[in-house]
Nanobody, 124 residues
Framework: QVQLVESGGGLVQAGGSLRLSCAAS????????MGWFRQAPGKEREFVAG????????NYADSVKGRFTISRDNAKNTVYLQMNNLKPEDTALYYC?????????????????WGQGTQVTASS
């Protein structure tokens, strides 16, 4: 069992930055690939970024490439999402998720555990 708690969301002006954190409790954090997803009102949950168990491999949605960076610290059981040059269209509830396995899925249905989410709002 893994419990995930996100933090770091907030309100920023377009062009600003935020750093999200996701703290995991439970054992064997390094056995999980991790992902960040987001969901805007009236829209489906979408993949944002993913990271392998060691942190050596990452993947991103095209809409955030070059602006967002995912990382993890297995000693601290934490995964991060650094978001730069935020745009109004990035406004959403951001979730972290854990997948017990070797691959880093882009489909939400393949993740085993989810946090409650943290709100990110980028105003124009």
């Amino acid at each position: 069992q893994v419990q995930l708690v996100e933090s770091g969301g907030g309100l920023v002006q377009a062009g600003g930055s935020l750093r999200l954190s996701c703290a995991a409790s439970g054992r064997f954090f390094s056995s999980y690939t991790m992902g960040w997803f987001r969901q805007a009102p009236g829209k489906e949950r979408e993949f944002v970024a993913g990271i392998s168990r060691s942190g050596g491999s990452t993947n991103y949605a095209d809409s955030v490439k070059g602006r967002f960076t995912i990382s993890r610290d297995n000693a601290k059981n934490t995964v991060y999402l650094q978001m730069n040059n935020l745009k109004p269209e990035d406004t959403a509830l951001y979730y972290c998720a854990a997948n017990f396995g070797f691959v880093t899925p882009t489909s939400a249905s393949e993740y085993d555990y989810w946090g409650q989410g943290t709100q990110v709002t980028a105003s124009s």
